[in-house]
């Protein structure tokens, strides 16, 4: 519980009943953001209209609109985000003492809330629901640190020395030639484990490299691990931790050295000063081999039932970040043209909806409170939606 310190708390409406000391505190804080802010824009206004010689009617004139603003900042629909932003803070455990940074987590928030109200004919249209989540107090710019640079897939596969071309059909081990099934989802199987956090960190190559080797080794040896993304963070020194890496070089490692278990070497989201790798005499999880799988649907539905996940990167568009359910089909033109950075992930199934639209079902790195089913999201099949099958790898393990 969070403690005041005797502050008297005044409601923005009336007549609702005395909030907790929770409240109280959260509320303080934002009112001096509040003044803050306020104070400080009626400084720049008043100072950038006198440099420029305005009249006294200009000033009284933009400061009133500039009230008006701060006035309408205390109406029911501002009211109504802080309530929500309450909420929020409690459900993800997060606290703000600093009024600046709460005001900025604030703002944030209320454009998430904008952005999902903009997005709502989109549900009508396809079903897509979008929300709140975990992500919602995130600004644009944090949001692409998590990421990878633009440029990253045009140079994977020029420059990858571990990741092969896909051999042909019969040099890889035999499989079951049977038509494949309308639904498929690795998950049934029990060889998926539960999706994680990245947090802050631009890791998400890690991440999908690990769950690569997690769910195929599973398939092949009929055990699951969970493994540690931390490892490659740390002793995977040709990438670069937290400002991004490439699956080529961390798939070699995981062949060279194998992975440790996360309970073993548990994530903390940063790149430490040592590897706990070199300490550690105790068996690791290693991969075969890896491949460049054909760059379309069916060649990637082929390898993911016979062989196991689809390690897939995409251009992430800003409406992905709210996404909650359904069939997620971003714009063509958001792909291209409003691009947060890249991203990897892992393709763990497929399907069909009841409308007839086909889906990938994809695992991600944003925690299990993001998207469908406790960290998923069900991806456009087909289309190529944001690169999805553009440069899809798989291997053995």
Known sequence: MIKTSG???HRFVEGQK????WERHASLVLRMALVFVASAALAMVTIALLSMNST???LSQMMHKLEERTYDKTGSTFNQHYQQFLEFLKEHDRRYDDPEEFNFRFENFRKTIEKVENLKHLEKLTKTEFGI???ADKSEDEIKEMLLPLDHYKKLRKEATFIKPQPPRDQLPKKDQSPYPAHFDWRDHGVVTPSRSQHHCGSCWAFATVTTVETT???AHGVLRNLSQQELLDCNLENNACNGGDVDKAMR???DHGLMTADQYPYVAHRQNSCALNDYEGPTTKLELAYFLNPD?????????NYGPVNVGISVPPDMTPYKSGVYHPSAYDCQFRVLGLHALNIVGYGTNEDGEKYWIVKNSWGPKWGVEQGFV???RGVNACGIEDEPIGILA
């Open 7 to 9: 502050v008297e708390y």
């Open 18 to 21: 005395k909030p907790d000391p």
């Open 56 to 58: 006294k009617s200009q």
């Open 133 to 135: 989540n975990e992500m």
């Open 217 to 219: 080794y599973a398939i």
């Open 253 to 255: 490692f995981v062949h």
């Open 297 to 305: 649907e069916n060649a990637m539905m082929e390898w993911l039932v």
């Open 378 to 380: 069900y991806f456009a």
